[in-house]
C-alpha cells in the first residue's frame, strides 16, 4: 500500500532557484498538509487544502506556493530557494470527515539550498 | 509562534525506566494528538484525547488529557529501545483542520 508518496527524497538546489516538490495520496483523503521539519522546531505547517481546488496559508508560508489541482496531488512550490528553506519537508493527508482524524504522513523530503 | 510547549527537549534513559513528557499551551484545545516519529520516517498516530481528564492507555504508554484541556502527558512504563523516537503533541483548531505540532521530545532508550 502506497499511502502518500513524496517526490524528490532528496534535493540540492542553489540559492535562487526554483522547484516543485509533489505529494500524491492513494487514499482519497480530502485534506492535505506541508510541513517542514527543523531541529528543535517540530513540525510547522506551511500550506493545507481542505479540498480540490482549495488552499490555506499555515504557520510558515512565505516563500512558498501550493496548488490542488487534483484531489490525490499536492504540490508544493518553492520560485525562489533560500538557505533558510533548507529542511525536510513532509506532506500529510487526512480523510477530512471527523475533527482530529489521524494524519497520515509521507517519508519526507531533504532539501538543501546552497 | 509555537503554541505548544514541550519537555524535556532530550531525554536518555536505560532500558526499563519510566518516564513522563509533557506538552502544555495557555490555550484551550478541542483535542489532542500524540505522535511518535522514528528516524528516517514520517510521524505516527499514537492517540487521540478529546474529553478533559480523559486517560487512555495503549500497552505500556499511558496518555492523559489535563482537566482544563490546556495541556498533556505521556507515560511510559518499563521503556524499551524500540520506544526510542521523536515524540510530538498536536492540536487542531476548531473549524479550520489546521494541526499544529509542539517542539517534540526526543527519546532514547538505552539496552
Known amino acids: 500500500n502506497a499511502g502518500v508518496t513524496q517526490t524528490p527524497k532528496f534535493r540540492v538546489l542553489k540559492t535562487g532557484q526554483s522547484m516543485t516538490l509533489l505529494c500524491a495520496q492513494d487514499m482519497n483523503h480530502e485534506y492535505m498538509y506541508w510541513y517542514r521539519q527543523d531541529p528543535g522546531m517540530g513540525l510547522r505547517l506551511i500550506h493545507y487544502s481542505v479540498g480540490e481546488g482549495t488552499t490555506a496559508k499555515g504557520e510558515v508560508p512565505d516563500g512558498y506556493n501550493v496548488s490542488r489541482l487534483k484531489k490525490q496531488n499536492f504540490l508544493l512550490g518553492l520560485e525562489s530557494a533560500a538557505p533558510s528553506q533548507t529542511s525536510v519537508y513532509f506532506c500529510?493527508?487526512?480523510?477530512?470527515?471527523?475533527?482530529?482524524?489521524?494524519?497520515?504522513f509521507g517519508e519526507g523530503s531533504r532539501l538543501t539550498v546552497l | 509562534t509555537q503554541l505548544l510547549e514541550q519537555s524535556p527537549q532530550f531525554l536518555s534513559i536505560q532500558e526499563g525506566e519510566n518516564l513522563t513528557v509533557y506538552c502544555n499551551s495557555s490555550?484551550?484545545?478541542?483535542?489532542l494528538q500524540w505522535y511518535r516519529q522514528e528516524p528516517g520516517e514520517g510521524p505516527v498516530l499514537l492517540v487521540t484525547v478529546v474529553t478533559g481528564g480523559e486517560v487512555k492507555k495503549l500497552k505500556r504508554l499511558t496518555f492523559q488529557f489535563g482537566d482544563a484541556r490546556k495541556d498533556s502527558s505521556l507515560h511510559i512504563t518499563a521503556a524499551q529501545p524500540g520506544d526510542t523516537g521523536l515524540y510530538l503533541c498536536?492540536?487542531?483548531?476548531?473549524?479550520?483542520?489546521?494541526?499544529?505540532f509542539g517542539t517534540g521530545t526526543r527519546l532514547k532508550v538505552l539496552a
Open positions: 490555550s484551550v484545545f478541542s483535542s
Open positions: 500529510a493527508s487526512s480523510r477530512g470527515t471527523e475533527m482530529a482524524g489521524e494524519l497520515f
Open positions: 498536536a492540536y487542531t483548531t476548531s473549524g479550520t483542520y489546521k494541526y499544529i
